[in-house]
């Protein structure tokens, strides 16, 4: 089987396994160089990379741009040359754009891009030598995507990242559909979005590469999905439960000790439905409305007078350790971690997908 993927700037991913990006500092240097060492992408979170910093809530976004740049060049040391540096920029963010600059002025390799449409992001990073990559939960937001960045900006997205009901985090599907099940399968997603590539595939001279998420768990996972046309996948909660992983000991023994029974559909002040472990604190937002105590105005949906909770507080006392208090996002296979590894081992075993 065909491993190493070569983008149209000449880049080139060896393992063709993307590592998701987790904010609130899950996913930084530590976790995205050893990825990258291994030959795969890694990939650093623009969800508040700069919350240790003194004064994160009186300068968020500074504190998060000095942060991008200092954790890119941290990962890039870490992996000595080898795979490619990502960034996740949600498209909800208040901030998105200063962010998407922060990562080409970084000299990231690739800007992946949810949590909304990134209609908008060739227009952002404009000749910039980065790779583009939008997540879209639908052959629709696809469609839309490849029509507008064809028609306003001229360009193809580099790769694309689907992303299905079964991952963790903020989830493109709505509630009722997950809940009854009706989401549509990822192999079906899979097989619209290919469908639309050939026309565009043709007009530009280059192919697009297709990565799927959402549930991928091993190496029969990715042999699977690589059959029916995927060029390689994205994987996020599996990386948690690594040694090399930036969240504390106590959020990723909260991965590893996690039953199926513990993992549900949770309310996201983002306005999207998304999928955690169950803490005391995410079972107290199920009762009553918790006032943000802080507010930075970081999500464009989130309504400070409104709002559930503050998405920033849960997540930041989560991977500090204060798992009970916070909000622990994951996907729908996290049950079956049983253990913490290095990042080494996984890449391992997801390399034997490839053989």
Partial sequence: MQNRILFHNGKSLEVPVIQGGMGVG????????????????????????????????????????????????????????????????????????????????????AIISGAGLPMHLPAIVKDADILLAPIVSSGRAAKLILKTWDRHHHRLPDFIVIEGSLAGGHLGFKKEDLITNKAEPLEKILADVKALLPEFEERYQRQVPIFVAGGIYDAQDIRHFCDLGAAGVQMGTRFIATQECDASPAFKEAIVQAQKEDIELVKSPAGLPGRAVMTDFMRQVKEKRIAPSHCIGCMLPCKPATTPYCISEALIHAVHGEVEQGLVFAGANAWRITEIVTVKQLMDELKAAFI
Avoid at 30 to 36: D, F, I, P, T
Avoid at 38 to 55: L, N
């Fill in 26 to 109: 899950i996913s930084l240097s530590s976790l995205a160089g050893a990825v990258m060492k291994e030959g795969g992408m890694g990939v650093i979170s623009a969800a508040h990379p700069g919350y240790q910093k003194p004064d994160f809530w009186e300068n968020s976004m500074i504190c998060n741009i000095q942060a991008m740049h200092e954790e890119i060049a941290k990962a890039k040391e870490w992996a000595q040359g080898k795979g490619l540096c990502g960034v996740n920029i949600m498209v909800a963010s208040k901030d998105y754009e200063f962010y998407v600059k922060a990562a080409v002025n970084a000299q990231a390799d």
